[in-house]
C-alpha cells in the first residue's frame, strides 16, 4: 500500500524491497531521472542512496545510546521520491538485535538481480555509506569513526576506512556510485578510481 504526502513523497512498507518489480520500477525511474540507460549505473546510484537511509536510523540510535530500530523489511517505511530514490526510513525501537544486515543482504540481492551490479561493489557502498553517516551525525569525527567501525563489526558488513587530511576526517571510500559514467557528470571528489595524490589534493582543497 502507498500513501502519498503532501510533499509529493509516497510511504511504502519496507517489504516492497524485496519485490523484484518494485525495485526494477524504482531503478529504472532513478536512471531515467539522471540519464543513464544503463541499468548497472542506475542501480548503484539508487543502491547508494537507500544504503544510507537505510543504516541511519542505527547509527543515530547509537549516537545517542537509545534502542535500535530493528530495520526488519516489515517493521520498516520509507519515503519514496518521484524519481524512485528512498532517501529516509522509518523504523521500529526494539530491545531485539538489529536486523539491518538480513534486510541489506536481501535488497543487495534485488539490485544485483535487477541491474547486474555486483554484490561485492553494493556491500561496499553499504561500507562507505556508514562511515559517511556516522560522521555527519555524530558530534565529533573520533566518535563517529569508531560508531562505524563498532557498527560494520556488528552486522557482518565491511569495515569503513577512514583518512585524516588537513585535521579533517573522511571516509577513505571503498565503493564507486558510477555517477561518472552518467552523460554530463565527472567523478567525485573523494572516488577511490581517481590517484591517491589527486583524491587527497582536491580533499585538501575542501
Not at 577513505?172 to 561518472?180: A, E, M
Not at 552518467?182 to 567523478?187: A, D, G, I, L, S
Amino acid at each position: 500500500m502507498v500513501e502519498e504526502s503532501a510533499d509529493v513523497m509516497s510511504r511504502v512498507r519496507g517489504d516492497v524491497l524485496a519485490e523484484p518489480a518494485f525495485v526494477e520500477r524504482a531503478i529504472a525511474a532513478m536512471s531515467a531521472s539522471w540519464g543513464t540507460d544503463a541499468a548497472r549505473v542506475g542501480g548503484t546510484l539508487w543502491w547508494c542512496m537507500l544504503a544510507s537511509a537505510l543504516v541511519d536510523p542505527v547509527i543515530r540510535a547509537r549516537l545517542v545510546n537509545t534502542a535500535e530500530p530493528t530495520m526488519a523489511l516489515d517493521s520498516i517505511e520509507c519515503e519514496l521520491r518521484p524519481d524512485g530514490g528512498i532517501d529516509r526510513v522509518y523504523g521500529t525501537a526494539t530491545t531485539e538485535p538489529t536486523a539491518l544486515h538480513q534486510t541489506l543482504a536481501t535488497v543487495i540481492d534485488q539490485v544485483a538481480t535487477v541491474s547486474g551490479a555486483g554484490k561485492a561493489a553494493l556491500w561496499a557502498v553499504v561500507a562507505d555509506a556508514i562511515g559517511n553517516r556516522a560522521l555527519d551525525a555524530a558530534g565529533t569525527q573520533a566518535h563517529g569513526a569508531k560508531i562505524a567501525t563498532e557498527l560494520a563489526a556488528d552486522i557482518g558488513t565491511p569495515t569503513p576506512r577512514f583518512i585524516e587530511v588537513n585535521a579533517r576526517t573522511f571516509v577513505n571510500r571503498i565503493s564507486c556510485c558510477l555517477v561518472f559514467e552518467v552523460p554530463t557528470c565527472e567523478m567525485c571528489t573523494s572516488c577511490p578510481k581517481r590517484p591517491k595524490a589527486e583524491r587527497d589534493a582536491r580533499l585538501a582543497r575542501i
